[in-house]
């Protein structure tokens, strides 16, 4: 297999010594979705979680990492991040608020750090899977890593 060639969210676990696998997978440009990407990697899809970007009405842009069979829920989302009503950023805006494009974006390594939250089914598992930063390319991390690396803070159901 060629080699993979590190991200910046990788460049930052190693910088702050967390251990981490990169795993690459096989991007299909129609689906971009945490089920495919879990068929990829023949994980389950609870253990394969996605990173939304939102934008909250009173505190801004904020990051909900939550398992890949999950929708975000809005008005809970709102209420953990101090908000009174919260959206998804359009998909044009990632990228220029992010450094990250749609399917590539990790909770690691954001243009600038905005407050996080995961979900709490994380901590079910030894080791969860976020976007390394690119389209096909997951990080296998422990969830008490990610928590470190990101700051983030729990998201309850």
């Known amino acids: 297999m060629a080699s993979v060639s590190k991200t910046n969210a990788a460049r930052l676990l190693d910088a702050a010594s967390i251990s981490y696998e990169l795993i690459p997978y096989e991007v299909d440009e129609e689906h971009l979705e945490a089920a495919h990407v879990a068929s990829q990697l023949g994980q389950n899809i609870e253990q ?3 990173t939304l970007v939102l934008r909250g009405d009173r505190n801004g842009l904020f990051v909900c990492v939550i398992p890949g069979n999950f929708e975000v829920d809005l008005k809970l989302a709102a209420r953990i991040s101090g908000n009174k009503k919260a959206e998804m950023i359009h998909v044009k805006e990632l990228l220029p608020e992010t450094g ?3 399917g590539g974006c990790s909770p690691i390594g954001m243009k600038k750090p905005l407050p996080t939250f995961i979900h709490e089914s994380a901590l079910l598992y030894d080791s969860i899977f976020v976007s390394a930063g690119v389209r096909g390319l997951q990080l296998k991390i422990s969830p008490s890593d ?10 309850p159901i």
């Open 100 to 102: 990250y494009i749609r």
């Open 48 to 50: 394969v979680f996605k």
């Open 146 to 155: 990610l928590f470190k690396i990101t700051g983030a803070e729990i998201y």
